[in-house]
Nanobody, 127 residues
């Protein structure tokens, strides 16, 4: 049983930075892609960023490209989301997600490619 635990959310002002962390336990995820999704009330879960199994490739939604960076430390079983130049529209609950196989069958951008999910961490950006 894999458990993902996010941390690092909080309340910041527009233009500030935050770094989210997601640590896996129960099974190592060093051979599987990891991703961050976000969700606001009444909306579908939205893709933000993903990283492939060895960290050599990263993927970003257009809305965060150039401002967010995703990285992983497989030795620590942890994935990070560095969020810079935050905007009020980045306000959401951010979820960490982990795939089961090295190459997700549904692609990196869809939630159904990730069977493992964290509980979410709130990020609020004030204007």
């Amino acid at each position: 049983q894999v458990q993902l635990v996010e941390s690092g959310g909080g309340l910041v002002q527009a233009g500030d930075s935050l770094r989210l962390s997601c640590t896996a336990s129960g099974r190592t995820l060093d051979s599987a892609p990891m991703a961050w999704f976000r969700q606001t009330p009444g909306m579908e879960r939205e893709f933000s960023a993903a990283i492939n199994w060895d960290g050599s490739s990263t993927f970003f939604a257009d809305s965060v490209k150039g401002r967010f960076t995703i990285s992983r430390d497989n030795a620590k079983n942890t994935v990070y989301l560095q969020m810079d130049s935050l905007k009020p529209e980045d306000t959401a609950v951010y979820f960490c997600a982990g795939a089961k196989t090295r190459y997700p069958g549904g692609g990196y951008y869809t939630p159904r490619s990730y069977p493992y999910w964290g509980q979410g961490t709130q990020v609020t950006v004030s204007s």
